[in-house]
């Protein structure tokens, strides 16, 4: 499948909590990696089952389901690897707008997504949560 098509998939899925499809767009031995700042929150996201734990449980516990909002700045792939710039708009799971400007980059193995780096501004979302 297409670096675009699967990027079309991914974050509909993700945000709308199917996590069906997310599964197959995940290879089994994914790393999802977060900035350290906010890594010790999360643990070690290695693995389709606790990624997908992770997904699950931040759109639940920060968000609320349903709100958010991807506005791509930007989206570029070549190779096996790919870049989307965006912001991001939602409310909190206590019903507070939330905005931040986001980072994913992707790297891609055999047609499915195998690592993902996920960059933020960390202060501004940790301010909403506290």
């Known amino acids: 499948m297409d670096k675009h098509a699967i990027l079309d998939r991914f974050f509909p899925a993700m945000f709308g909590k199917d996590w069906e499809t ?3 767009l995940l290879t089994e031995d994914i790393a999802w990696n977060v900035p ?3 890594a010790d929150q999360f643990g070690e996201l290695r693995g389709r089952q606790a990624v997908i734990d992770f997904l699950s449980s931040a759109s639940g516990d920060f968000f609320e389901p349903g709100s958010f909002v991807l506005e791509p700045h930007m989206r570029v792939a070549e190779e096996d690897n790919a870049v989307v710039i ?3 708009r939602g409310r909190t799971a ?3 707008p939330y905005q931040n400007e986001y980072a994913f980059s992707f790297r891609f193995r055999e047609g499915h997504i195998h690592e993902v780096r996920e960059l ?3 202060a501004h979302f ?3 949560f506290r």
Do not use: N
Request: hydrophobic share 30%; proline share 6%.
């Open 22 to 24: 997310l599964s197959e």
């Open 36 to 38: 350290p700042s906010i």
């Open 86 to 88: 965006a912001r991001i």
């Open 94 to 96: 206590k019903g507070r």
């Open 120 to 122: 933020l501004d960390t």
């Open 126 to 128: 940790q301010s909403h």
